[in-house]
Every structure is written in C-alpha cells, then in structure tokens.
C-alpha cells in the first residue's frame, strides 16, 4: 500500500475516534483524509477490509467497551458518549457484536467465559469442509492464550461459524465448515494485558491479531492456513469480540475448584475442546 494512502486512512480513523459522539458521515472522513467521498471508500476498504461507516461502528463500540469496563456511567449515558441516541439502538448492536447485553458485560468485568458458535445455518449450510492451520507468533508477540475463528466479515464479532482456543501457538483444525466465504481471524492476549486493559485509561489496543482470506468454502474444501499473530495496528478494524478471561482465577469454572481445560492434544495436533467454544442455542 503507498505510504500517502495509509497516512490518509490513519487520519481519517484518528478524526473518527476524536469525534466517536458526533454524527459523522463518509464526506466528513474523506475531508480528513483530503480525498473525495467516492475514492476515499475505495482506499479505505482497501486499507481496513471494512468499509469507513462499519469501522466507525465498531470504533464506537470499542469505546463503549472501555468505558464499561472502566467507568461507573450508567449505560444510557455510555450510549450517548459513542453517538448512539436510541439505547436499543446501542444495546441491540453491542450485544449482537459482543455476544453479551452492556449489563452482562459489566457484570463480567469485560470477559467471557466461551464464545458461542452459531450453527443455526443462516451463515451457511453444514458440509464436510475442512480448514486446518497453524498459529505463529511475531517477533513482537508474547505468548497468551490464542483464540481462532471463521467470520463473515474481516471483523471479529458475533458468533463464529467455527472457532477454537489454544493455550500456545501450534494447529487448529475444524471440522464440517459450512459453506460460503470465510475470513479465518486470530487475536491473542495475555494475562498482563488484559489486566492493564483494566486498570489503565486505554482501549484495547494490547492485542495480537491476524487475518487470513477471504475464503471460499465449498461442501469439498480442504484449506490449510498458517497466521502470524501481530499486535493490533492502526488499520486493524477493532476486536467487538468479549475477549476470553486468562487471569488465573477464571481457570476454573464457577462453583467448581478444578481447572477447566481449553484444548484436548491429539498426538502433535491441538484440537478446541467442546466447552470452549459452544454451539449456539
């Protein structure tokens, strides 16, 4: 990408997070970016793999997030902050992106305990595709707990098709992916992060994130993908995702004193364990 187009994306994703709680449209963000309206889409889609309003919307919701997590705003409040001005308006979307209600995510201190899948066929139709892979880490990367899965879209939000959790960089495999186009997106964080996330006035910003596809899935497919993860830049849509407690207290399930494990090890392959990522009711 030429250096001047990222410069003009990076200025136009820095006007929206200075103005999350105003009504912003694309010609307000191509005026950040000093181009017209219709080539400032372009470019962005192409920098991001999202378009400018989708960015915006998930911006607004990671701001949200934060403020969750980090004030005692009342939610209708939080809505207004991030330029919503109806509350179900906000909460509908921030649920549907998160996978849990602004009260829950509170509630939880912003984690989850699993990511539901969603098998409910609207996405795509179950089929005997396979999609394999391995996760690396970058030079700039330390080791966490590693969660991978299939979207529609180059954001992580919602629920995955197919997901996974890994305890260290290694394989991936999944079974029955259904049909349709995929991106295969991994984000990893460590329990040091995410205690920073909480205790200090920032985003998530501590991230480690990587993108593989689109790709196209048929009822035959056999993928195999390898992603290195990378800290979270600039051009990086936001993780909507409620990310995955690591802290050594949410090892254990609620009311029960014994480790709840992640992944079950198969020979040298490391397969997701069932209860990490459930299928949605």
Not at 48 to 57: E, H, K, M, V, Y
Not at 70 to 78: F, G, H
Not at 107 to 112: E, S, V
Not at 140 to 152: C, Q, T, Y
Request: charged content about 20%.
């Amino acid at each position: 990408m030429e250096q001047s187009v990222e410069l003009a994306v990076k200025r136009a994703i820095m006007m929206m997070q200075e103005n999350l709680g105003e009504q912003l449209t694309v010609e307000d963000m191509a005026r950040a970016a000093m181009f017209s309206k219709f080539h400032f889409s372009r470019i962005f889609l192409r920098a991001t793999g999202i378009s400018p309003g989708r960015f915006l919307s998930a911006l607004r919701l990671q701001r949200a997030k934060h403020l969750l997590r980090s004030t005692k705003l009342n939610v209708a409040d939080i809505s207004l902050r991030v330029g919503y001005n109806s509350l179900g308006t906000f909460s509908s979307r921030f649920t549907r992106s998160v996978g849990m209600s602004p009260t829950a995510y509170r509630r939880l201190a912003g984690f989850a305990t699993h990511i539901p899948i969603d098998r409910s066929g609207r996405l795509g139709q179950p089929s005997a595709a396979r999609v394999s892979g391995e996760i690396r880490l970058g030079p700039a990367v330390e080791p966490g707990l590693i969660f991978v899965g299939m979207f529609p879209d180059r954001i992580p939000e919602g629920r995955p098709v197919s997901c996974a959790v890994l305890t260290e960089p290694g394989c991936f495999h999944f079974e029955s992916v259904p049909t349709g186009s995929w991106y295969l997106l991994a984000q990893s964080v460590t329990e040091k992060s995410q205690q920073m996330m909480w205790d200090h006035d920032a985003p998530d910003q501590r991230i480690s994130v990587a993108t593989h596809g689109p790709l196209t899935v048929r009822s035959d497919t056999v993928v195999e993908a390898e992603l290195t993860l990378q800290p979270a830049g600039t051009l990086d849509p936001p993780v909507l995702l409620a990310l995955l407690d690591v802290r050594p207290e949410a090892s254990t399930e609620r009311g029960h004193t014994e480790p709840r494990p992640l992944l079950q090890t198969i020979g040298r392959r490391q397969f997701p364990w069932t209860r990490a990522c459930r299928p949605a009711a």
